[in-house]
């Protein structure tokens, strides 16, 4: 372990020990804090092949799981946020921001991005049995089909390329790939954060020159992860009470669009939501969501295609008085130690970062 985690480790066991974090979220309780996850799968799912692969990820074991937390380990963490504050579904936060009907104190929203089949399979049924309602936010161009999300492609990609050489994004030279897991991870890690930045259809051209050989047999182990909702599945959600949100048509980083590409992506998945469930669709999660993602350009598209409530996912508490359209959440993820779990649920990471 490095230097860095074990100091990092220290001090969120100090803290929780000195009671910060009593004190901080005593301090935050008239702020929603909203949470989000992504694919919550099987306890008996393998973690493989590259358990070893940690290429400074912090607490994540293994980059291609990184969006993923297992069932009972999402029951534990659950069983945290029930005993420490008081869940509120979204049509909640909508009512107090449009009617100013008061939250509860230490309010928590959970949130799901993409919109995974396991959502359904796996985390429904534990939200249902504790009572805790949850906004599902999906990307319309992927429900149902049997495709991976861009990113995840990326991955499989790079770490499964046959060839001596592997093809790099805006305009780089050829690079010679390793066979180690970790290098190919490394590798992998940069160019996907590369890829974010660039205009998108670059990153479209880029994916489609790496897309020359048909994906490996572990395809089935990566699907079964990140596998996504069909209408049926999601209109079953919505029928128990799950709010379905909108995360855009194909999931690209919306500063990297132009105006009407922006406009459209923002547009068509709130339309396909509302014909599939015959109800307005009024949230949204704005992809990858970090400080480069979601600009005031982004911010006001979203106002002008109808939204009333959206997401970024930059980790910082949320103001008292809520901002509609760039309510804050913080990431949640599969390897929180106790320490770490309750920093990250106390507003204690961003005064750590
Ligand atoms: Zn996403």
Same mark, same amino acid.
């Given at each position: 372990m490095s230097l860095r985690e074990l100091s990092k480790r220290a001090i969120l066991a100090g803290s929780r020990r000195a009671g910060v974090n009593?004190? +901080? #979220?005593?301090? $935050?309780?008239? #702020?929603l $804090?909203? $949470?989000c996850y992504h694919s919550v799968i099987p306890d008996d799912c393998p973690e493989r092949p590259c358990t070893k692969c940690v290429v400074g990820l912090g607490e994540r074991a293994c980059y291609r799981m990184r969006d993923t937390i297992k069932v009972g380990e999402f029951r534990r963490q659950l069983a945290v946020i029930c005993r420490l504050f008081r869940p509120v579904s979204a049509t909640d936060v909508l009512d107090h921001l449009e009617r100013g009907r008061p939250l509860p $104190? #230490?309010?928590? +929203? +959970?949130t799901f991005d993409d919109g995974f089949r396991n959502n359904l399979a796996c985390a429904a049924p534990v939200m249902l049995r504790m009572g805790v309602p949850a906004l599902i936010c999906v990307v319309t161009d992927h429900v149902g089909k049997p495709e991976l999300l861009w990113p995840q492609e990326l991955d499989e990609r790079i770490f499964n390329w046959n060839h001596a050489k592997l093809p790099m994004p805006g305009g780089q030279a050829d690079v010679v790939l390793s066979d180690e897991p970790p290098d190919r991870c490394r590798v992998a890690d940069r160019i996907r954060q590369f890829c974010k930045r660039l205009p998108n259809q670059e990153k479209i051209t880029y994916l489609n020159r790496l897309r020359q050989d048909p994906l490996s047999a572990e395809e089935q182990w990566i699907r079964q992860l990140y596998a996504f909702l069909s209408w049926e599945e999601i209109r079953e959600l919505d029928r128990s009470g799950f709010k379905i949100g909108s995360h855009t048509v194909t999931h690209p980083i919306l500063t990297t669009l132009s105006p009407a590409h922006l406009a459209a992506? +923002? #547009?068509?998945?709130k339309a396909a939501i509302e014909r599939e469930l015959q109800k307005p669709c009024p949230c949204l999660a704005y992809p990858n969501g970090g400080k480069h993602d979601v600009s005031p350009e982004v911010v006001a598209a979203a106002r002008n295609a109808g939204y009333r409530m959206a997401f970024n996912l930059m980790g910082r508490p949320n103001p008292e008085r809520l901002r509609p359209l760039e309510i804050e959440r913080v990431s949640m993820s599969g390897k929180l130690s106790e320490d770490g779990l309750y920093a990250r649920l106390n507003g204690l990471i961003p005064w750590l970062s």
């Open positions: 009593w004190c +901080l #979220r005593t301090a $935050l309780s008239h #702020r $804090l909203v $949470l $104190l #230490r309010a928590v +929203l +959970l992506e +923002l #547009r068509n998945s």
